[in-house]
């Protein structure tokens, strides 16, 4: 059965770094979406992409944040200076189509800013 | 806004008994609303979900839910709890739109079934 994959599973970077989360949407799925879960906290949304333009995004997607869709396969959510809050388990998730329904999720990068 | 509650964080049951797990949602309109599953170092996946037609909603793995307007609620059942079933459950809703629309998630419930 077709996944959403997401590398790498655990990322560890310093506070102030970049660093750029990888997600590939199943091939056929036309939405994306970025989700975020604190440690002990809601899952959050961040942002949705379609026709690689964003549809949407939170208030916690502000100028730190930035997607991607490089190459028609990787969709990707870069945060240029990582501070200490930004540690959580960061979600991508796909859509087929508009009136699919069901977002198919990737297993999650745990993000750890030291 | 839309909102979802999940009474109980943590929800502990006896191989072979009742599930129960607790969700109410807050909306100006009626929505779409789903029950998510994660399994220890996996991803979020769907059980079931409620878009507007028959108000109980069979998912997999023998869940169901019953959307209830007048309570708010869309509670998740499972009659028979199986060592299987111990996990994170997560209500989440979005609007009744096209279905490309964000979710809004609850905190969570894990499940615990005891042998």
């Known amino acids: 059965e077709p996944e959403v994959t997401q590398t790498p599973s655990h990322q560890v970077t310093q506070m102030g770094q970049e660093v750029i989360l990888r997600c590939v949407p199943i091939s056929n799925h036309l939405y994306f979406y970025w989700y975020r879960q604190i440690l002990g906290q809601k899952v959050e949304f961040l942002v949705s992409f379609y026709n690689n333009e964003i549809s949407e995004k939170s208030e916690i997607f502000d100028d730190q944040f930035s997607v991607e869709r490089p190459d028609g396969s990787n969709f990707t959510l870069k945060i240029r200076s990582t501070k200490l809050e930004d540690s959580a388990m960061y979600f991508c998730?796909?859509?087929?189509?508009?009136?699919?329904?069901?977002?198919?999720f990737g297993p999650g990068t745990r993000l750890t800013v030291t | 806004a839309q909102s979802v509650t999940q009474l109980g964080s943590h929800v502990s049951v006896s191989e072979g008994a009742l599930v129960l797990l607790r969700c109410n949602y807050s909306s100006s309109v009626p929505p779409y609303l789903f029950w998510y599953v994660q399994y220890p170092n996996q991803g979020l996946q769907l059980l079931l979900k409620y878009t507007s037609a028959a108000t109980l909603v069979k998912g997999i793995n023998g869940f169901e839910a019953e959307f209830k307007k007048s309570e708010t609620s869309f509670h998740l059942t499972k009659p028979s709890a199986h060592m299987s079933d111990a996990a994170e459950y997560f209500c989440a809703v979005s609007p009744p739109n096209f279905g490309n629309e964000k979710l809004t998630f609850g905190t969570g419930t894990r499940l615990t079934i005891i042998p």
């Open positions: 998730a796909s859509i087929e189509v508009q009136s699919s329904y069901e977002q198919y």
